[in-house]
């Protein structure tokens, strides 16, 4: 069968949700809807339902029984709240990435569609098994999503239509939607409960490790190396209710839901900007060298000043400009980076910050640019794969997502951040991750500190919600 690309369908608007979604379940339960005569030679098929009003994280509630998943930019300007899976790609590499958007970002509908993607810090590592329904790299087209664009806001449907019909896949795909719109989907039994293993929070030991790594920097093998921990804590937590704390306690930041399977999930509340992609500008950023905020503005200018005037901050932070500059030059005709860091000021935090803008190549794509800019030296080290090897050998837990790159793909633009201030909910549990950079002149116990300082942020907003 040839197939025509993608098809959008636009339905007239509806005051809320509710409407909305009676309407939208309406038009996929239409005789031709169901057949497919309207779009049989469409790849993938996308109807809209612009709303008066809408609520992404709240809508997502009623689907506790469907894998979801949560984009929020750091401006809050979009929104996107997804359920079920109209197409994905899951695999060892990025591969996926680059036929998925060949298959779903082309066409009429496909400026609108967006994929929500996650990276392990580590693609060669294999993964350990509280890891593995995340995949290695896993990009998804929710099955049915609400969108906020500034001031709009639209509930649609995407699903698979050539392919699907052949399969039956189509048909299962629009009587799943439909059933999801009308009735939502609670979760029939939780899972068993996960209980973490490996070693957290032990100071002798990360003592241990840092002295390791300081000896690899004396030598010259190592100019920088991220050493990572793991926190665990036994929480009673509500998937959504942390992602609406995290929303309402961490503003100026990316937002993350991704939950493969019921009961298991992974949030994040990240600072820090991978890239942003629009059309062939690209604005991305060194964020490095860190100082716990005070909330009084005397101090906090205080550490600011101090921050700034700190060499060995400094030269952490030049590691990482110097990295994305560097990993730029090939892909851009222009790249164009601040030679001094400023201060971003963030809730709970102070960090060194350097914006960079790249005006792409017109070939370069966003596998390419995920491939070049991660891991960045404020989440690995200097050389890269240096320090990728010694973390492999001395960190004692697998970071899966931890540091990785997680974002929302689309045929024009794609925003992508670095998962961190993120945790994983199994059950009753909740692991948090935090890394602190160690270079020539580091002290064990000052770098233990400041992780402790970066979990605190997310451990002050999940003890809120399960303090309820």
Not at 274 to 296: I, K, V, W
Not at 297 to 315: I, N, Q, S
Request: net charge negative; proline share 5%.
């Amino acid at each position: 069968m040839t197939t025509s690309g993608t098809r959008l369908l636009r339905l007239d608007p509806r005051d809320d949700a509710q409407a909305g979604a009676a309407a939208l379940a309406a038009a996929l339960d239409d005789a031709e809807a169901r057949r497919g005569d309207l779009v049989a030679d469409t790849s993938f098929l996308r109807i809209e339902q612009p709303l008066g009003t809408g609520a992404p994280v709240h809508w997502l509630r009623a689907f506790a029984g469907i894998p979801r998943m949560y984009w929020s930019d750091r401006e809050d300007a979009f929104e996107l709240a997804g359920i079920g899976t109209a197409a994905a790609s899951e695999g060892k590499d990025l591969a996926g990435l680059d036929d998925l958007r060949e298959r779903v970002l082309t066409g009429e509908a496909g400026g609108r569609f967006r994929l929500v993607g996650t990276v392990r810090f580590d693609l060669d590592r294999e993964p350990d098994p509280e890891w593995v329904s995340f995949n290695r790299a896993r990009f998804v087209l929710p099955l049915v999503e609400m969108r906020r664009e500034g001031d709009d806001i639209t509930l649609a449907v995407n699903m698979r239509v050539a392919e699907g019909m052949q399969s039956g896949w189509y048909d299962v795909q629009r009587r799943t939607a439909r059933k999801a719109l009308l009735q939502g989907a609670m979760p029939l039994r939780m899972p068993d409960t996960v209980t973490p293993h490996g070693e957290d929070d032990d100071p002798a030991r990360w003592g241990e490790r840092i002295g390791a790594l300081l000896e690899r920097i004396e030598d010259g093998s190592l100019s920088k190396a991220v050493l990572a921990r793991r926190m665990s804590k036994c929480m009673e937590l509500d998937q959504i209710d942390v992602l609406e704390m995290l929303r309402a306690e961490q503003p100026r930041a990316y937002h993350l839901l991704v939950q493969p399977a019921v009961g298991e999930a992974f949030v994040a509340a990240s600072p820090e900007r991978l890239y942003r992609r629009q059309g062939s500008r690209l604005e991305t950023e060194a964020l490095a060298g860190t100082r716990a905020r005070t909330l009084e503005p005397v101090a906090d200018a205080a550490l600011a000043d101090e921050l700034t005037g700190c060499a060995k901050d400094r030269a952490e932070h030049a590691l990482v400009r110097d990295h994305v500059v560097e990993a730029l030059a090939p892909l851009a005709d222009e790249v164009d980076a601040a030679d001094t860091p400023a201060v971003r000021t963030l809730a709970s935090l102070l960090h060194l910050h350097t914006p960079v803008v790249a005006s792409l190549r017109a070939e370069v794509g966003d596998a390419q640019l995920l491939r070049a800019l991660h891991p960045t030296p404020a989440v690995c080290g200097v050389p890269t794969e240096r320090a990728r090897a010694f973390l492999r050998e001395v960190e004692p837990f697998d970071r899966g997502l931890y540091a990785g790159p997680i974002g929302c793909f689309g045929q024009d633009e794609s925003e992508v951040a670095v998962a961190l201030r993120c945790a994983t909910l199994r059950g009753h549990w909740v692991q948090l991750f935090a890394g602190a950079g160690i270079v020539d002149g580091s002290d064990a116990d000052t770098e233990w500190q400041e992780t402790a300082d970066k979990m605190k942020v997310l451990a002050d907003a999940l003890e809120a919600v399960d303090a309820r």
